[in-house]
């Protein structure tokens, strides 16, 4: 009896260690990452990441955020990567230990999105601190982020380009939301107004009717993104190997030709400069 209860008993072990076993390694084999929400607005990982899983067996999970938000979540080790577009902030990111090293994957531009009436008349203007400086001066509906993001950085220094200090001249015409960037898009367009957006999450937005690019081009409108390890010397839960696993993939010959490779209805949305030890 006492044989047979010990043969079964192996054998409840053996088949709960076939199904445990696999599941967890399965759940060890995946990284977070905190990101712009323009990276997910954009559709580039939802056609990036089942690329990489296919080369790595990796599965990534994403926290889309503002580039400040992203970081934040950096800071409290709730992610292996960041993936931001902000270089001021990346670089403080680093300077606080928070992160082991940038390493530039990508760029884009920003664009000043309006309606096809355009009422304040900034239409296929090349300076956007003057088409910024309209906006304030005709009071035209102007939605704002709002969200530490890496947009909304980019925002407040083309007002700060204008001569306006926007956090103490605006008015009512002036609405920050607090939201990604498909939120602000639907908000402007939903409210006839004015707002900035990166092109990439322009091209992917589905609700645009009556808006349009109205300003672009400017060298100040210039959107590069980087990517960092989280510091496992400061947060000993950071997936180093797979997190390192993941960036080496966004700066290798292939990942960056994946990234170059997706577009939308021909237009290609991100530019990959991996190379770029400047960018």
Same mark, same amino acid.
């Given at each position: 009896?006492?044989?047979?209860?010990?043969?079964?008993?192996?054998?409840?072990?053996?088949?709960?260690?076939?199904?445990?076993?696999?599941?967890?390694?399965?759940?060890?084999?995946?990284?977070?990452?905190?990101?712009?929400?323009?990276?997910?607005?954009?559709?580039?990982?939802?056609?990036?990441?089942?690329?990489?899983? +296919?080369?790595? !067996?990796?599965?990534? #999970?994403? %926290?889309? &955020? $503002?580039? /400040?938000? *992203? @970081?934040? =979540?950096?800071?409290?080790?709730?992610?292996?990567?960041?993936?931001?577009?902000?270089?001021?902030?990346?670089?403080?990111?680093?300077?606080?230990?928070?992160?082991?090293?940038?390493?530039?994957?990508?760029?884009?531009?920003?664009?000043?999105?309006?309606?096809?009436?355009?009422?304040?008349?900034?239409?296929?203007?090349?300076?956007?601190?003057?088409?910024?400086?309209?906006?304030?001066?005709?009071?035209?509906?102007?939605?704002?982020?709002?969200?530490?993001?890496?947009?909304?950085?980019?925002?407040?220094?083309?007002?700060?380009?204008?001569?306006?200090?926007?956090? +103490?001249?605006? !008015?009512?015409?002036? #609405?920050? %939301?607090? &939201? $990604?960037? /498909?939120? *602000? @898009?639907? =908000?402007?367009?939903?409210?006839?107004?004015?707002?900035?957006?990166?092109?990439?999450?322009?091209?992917?937005?589905?609700?645009?009717?009556?808006?349009?690019?109205?300003?672009?081009?400017?060298?100040?409108?210039?959107?590069?993104?980087?990517?960092?390890?989280?510091?496992?010397?400061?947060?000993?839960?950071?997936?180093?190997?797979?997190?390192?696993?993941?960036?080496?993939?966004?700066?290798?010959?292939?990942?960056?030709?994946?990234?170059?490779?997706?577009?939308?209805?021909?237009?290609?949305?991100?530019?990959?400069?991996?190379?770029?030890?400047?960018?």
């Amino acid at each position: 009896m006492i044989a047979r209860r010990t043969f079964a008993a192996l054998l409840a072990f053996c088949a709960i260690t076939a199904v445990v076993v696999p599941r967890t390694f399965a759940q060890d084999k995946s990284i977070v990452v905190a990101s712009t929400t323009s990276t997910q607005d954009s559709g580039l990982f939802e056609y990036l990441l089942p690329l990489f899983k +296919k080369k790595t !067996g990796i599965t990534v #999970k994403v %926290i889309a &955020q $503002g580039t /400040g938000q *992203a @970081l934040d =979540t950096g800071r409290r080790g709730d992610a292996d990567v960041v993936f931001v577009h902000a270089k001021a902030q990346e670089e403080k990111f680093l300077s606080e230990g928070q992160g082991v090293k940038r390493f530039p994957v990508m760029y884009n531009d920003f664009v000043l999105i309006g309606p096809n009436s355009d009422p304040a008349g900034i239409k296929g203007m090349k300076d956007v601190a003057k088409a910024f400086k309209v906006l304030h001066d005709k009071k035209q509906s102007f939605i704002s982020r709002g969200d530490r993001s890496g947009t909304h950085s980019a925002e407040l220094r083309l007002w700060k380009a204008a001569g306006i200090d926007i956090a +103490k001249d605006h !008015g009512p015409w002036y #609405k920050a %939301i607090g &939201q $990604g960037m /498909g939120a *602000a @898009l639907n =908000t402007a367009q939903a409210s006839n107004s004015y707002v900035l957006s990166d092109r990439g999450t322009w091209i992917h937005f589905k609700n645009k009717s009556d808006l349009q690019i109205l300003v672009a081009g400017d060298r100040r409108m210039f959107n590069q993104y980087g990517v960092m390890l989280v510091n496992p010397a400061k947060h000993p839960n950071v997936k180093k190997e797979l997190g390192q696993q993941f960036i080496d993939y966004l700066v290798s010959p292939k990942g960056q030709k994946d990234i170059a490779n997706y577009t939308i209805n021909g237009q290609q949305l991100f530019y990959p400069d991996a190379s770029d030890p400047s960018a």
